[in-house]
């Protein structure tokens, strides 16, 4: 399953290599990388949203379901950062690497450097400096982010998420995504969750890890991301100005998705299955 209209390309590609008995970790990671890589998708990797000094600044992280991840954050000029946070994961003794360290890991390992601002990103940076007001748009700048959970013929989970984090963010502002508990989190005796939407919000509930919590103390993924949900709006003065939506899975292929308000889809993808849904929410 994954996040948004988008989350049925990241979910054909990851389903055909489920299929064939490839590990959910490949799934998940060339799932989302296709996402990455299309320059029309303007929340994800390559064309994406820059922050208000014009760059585009990418977070993602992989986990699987026995406690293996990595991740980069803030990394900038390299397209699928996704394949950058399996190779932390696989390669080095460390779970996250930012920045320059990131970009410089990286380059050494054989990514190529690209310019991620696109044209369309370009021209719709300088409207925005016309007012520089930052507001994010619910729904569409407070965030798109893509998350896949999977699992494979051996019945292993693992999960993806990537970003490029919230339009017109101060310059060096991480968001959930690459973090391992709030933007994704994978145990492999319980299941999977991860979230999309204002990043801030995520961090502060430990948003993935307590779904996974909650589904761990009985309740189904639907009801952890409801009650994850509700936890998020009791914190709100202005709810109406949040969007914050969670996906989770168990170990069982029982899904469940939730949203702060109307607006978030995801897409859920089996032998029998292909759907796009728009979650349940809260705010009516
Ligand atoms: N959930 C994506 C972000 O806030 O960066």
Known sequence: MSTWDHGMTANTVGFELLKKGSPALDAVEKGVMEVESDPNVRTV?????????????LDACIMDGDGACGAV??????????????????????????????????LQNGFKEEELLTDASK?????????????PLIN??????????????????????TTSGAAWKMHGRVGDSPIIGAGLFIDGEVG????????????????????????????TPQEA???????????????????????????????GAYSVQKGFTYAVK??????????RYQIK
């Open 192 to 219: 999977g969750a991860c979230a999309t939407g204002l990043g801030e919000e995520v961090i502060r509930t430990a948003g993935s890890a307590m779904v996974v919590e909650m589904m761990r103390n009985g309740k």
């Open 225 to 255: 991301c409801k009650a994850i949900v509700q936890r998020i709006i009791d914190r709100q003065k202005n709810p109406h100005d949040v969007q914050v939506g969670f996906m989770a899975m168990d170990m069982n292929g029982q899904t």
């Open 73 to 106: 954050a803030f990394l900038q000029g390299i397209k699928n950062p996704i394949s950058v946070a399996r190779k932390v994961m696989q390669d080095t003794p460390h779970i996250m690497l930012v920045g320059n360290g990131a970009k410089q890991f990286a």
């Open 140 to 161: 569409i700048e407070n965030h798109d982010t893509i998350s896949t959970l999977a699992i494979d013929e051996k019945g292993k989970m693992a999960g993806a998420c």
């Open 270 to 279: 089996n032998d029998t299955i292909e759907e796009l849904t728009e979650a």
């Open 45 to 57: 990797g390559i064309g994406g949203y820059p922050d208000r000094e014009g760059k585009v600044t």
């Open 123 to 135: 021209n719709d940076y300088k409207e925005w400096l016309k007012t520089s007001n930052y507001k």
